[in-house]
């Protein structure tokens, strides 16, 4: 493992001197065959710290205590080696910002939050920041940039959701060794393609086949999550906890299969919850969105019912025959749009989970 470190003498912040660091893994040595196309990552990185760097005023002033970019080896799958317990997928280094809370505390729970589609936006950065005003460290996950993806609107097909898993679960393994961050107080939170992850990771047999041995993830929370895909044994999940908010106006993702999943899981004894906003869109959260906007291109399967076959095959319930992005049910020009109301109400909800959850000083 290297370390680089960056520092800034920081003059609106009472000449406080804030640090970077910027954590690389020895890629020589975990992935031989892919230290070439490694590299231009690692110089990303140090262009990101150094970007930081440059904005620690800014930082400082809105309640974040230190800012660390990590690499983290992972792999890209697709949906059938996922399923079929593949873990021999294509080797990628993929990064993710930590931000700890300012404080004195010697360790902080902490949320890993994974972006949706559209990658890392605004509204990821605010979700951090609301997490590190109540005390929680924040891990920004990002699963696009290591793998050459831009986003995935139009072609969905770049990176299957379900197996982002193996990011969250790589990202999981890496906090828990963190000496500030409390191991048994690591949550997960996604947004839409994020979501999937962040959901189905709660499932005992994706956790028993990929999950790191140091920890398990202390509770899941999902946004306008994609609930139509209905996997092997994903009614058994476990005692975590499992949050849900949707927009019912919502037509990018469709909230009733959410519905039918939460009620399987109840069935099953899993503690979870589905919260719905009646004129919420997808993307609800995202502040910088106008109340309703098109993406003409943007891929939805919000008609498709997906069920897990034999040997990882995914099917179209309707057609009995394997599932792919052509089939007639994956429309197009769905729509997102800011929501205040649902945006206020589910970080007020989210931020009194966590306190209870977390067992918040504040609380």
């Not at 700890?100 to 505390?105: E, N, Y």
């Not at 309707?318 to 205040?340: R, S």
Request: hydrophobic share 40%; charged share 20%; with cysteine.
């Amino acid at each position: 493992m290297h370390r680089m470190l960056f520092t800034r003498n920081d003059k609106t912040a009472g000449s406080r001197r804030v640090t970077f660091f910027i954590s690389l893994p020895a890629t020589r040595d975990h992935y031989r065959e892919e230290s070439m196309e490694a590299a231009p990552y690692f110089i990303r990185m140090i262009t990101v710290a150094l970007a930081m760097a440059g904005c620690a005023s800014t930082a400082s002033g809105q309640g974040i205590g230190r800012l660390e970019i990590h690499a983290i080896p992972s792999v890209t799958v697709s949906n059938q080696q996922f399923l079929t317990g593949n873990q021999y997928g294509k080797p990628v280094i993929i990064g993710g910002e930590l931000r700890l809370p300012q404080g004195t505390a010697q360790n902080y729970p902490a949320v890993i939050l994974i972006h949706g589609s559209g990658g890392i936006s605004a509204a990821t950065d605010r979700w951090a920041h609301e997490l590190n005003a109540v005390g929680v460290a924040a891990f920004i996950l990002d699963a696009f940039t290591g793998r050459g993806i831009i986003n995935t609107n139009a072609d969905q097909s770049q990176l299957d959701s379900i197996a982002i898993t193996h990011d969250a679960f790589a990202a999981l393994g890496k906090l828990a060794t963190h000496p500030r961050i409390d191991p048994a107080r690591i949550a997960v939170m996604g947004f839409s393609k994020g979501a999937v992850p962040a959901v189905y990771s709660s499932s005992i047999r994706f956790r028993t086949a990929y999950g790191p041995s140091n920890a398990e993830f202390a509770a899941h929370i999902g946004l306008y999550t994609p609930c139509n895909v209905t996997y092997k044994q994903d009614d058994k999940v476990g005692n975590r906890p499992i949050r849900l908010f949707h927009g019912i106006a919502d037509d990018y993702v469709s909230i009733e299969p959410c519905r039918t999943y939460v009620r399987r899981l109840k069935e099953a004894g899993a503690d979870v919850t589905l919260t719905e906003y009646p004129d919420a869109y997808h993307a609800y959260d995202n502040f910088t969105l106008a109340r309703s906007v098109t993406i003409p291109n943007a891929q939805t399967t919000r008609n498709c019912l997906i069920v897990e076959g034999d040997n990882g095959i995914l099917l179209n319930s309707k057609t009995g025959q394997a599932y792919g992005l052509t089939d007639a049910c994956v429309e197009k020009g769905p729509h997102v749009g800011y929501d205040e109301v649902a945006h206020k109400a589910t970080v007020e909800a989210v931020k009194q989970f966590l306190a209870a959850r977390f067992r918040l000083a504040n609380n």
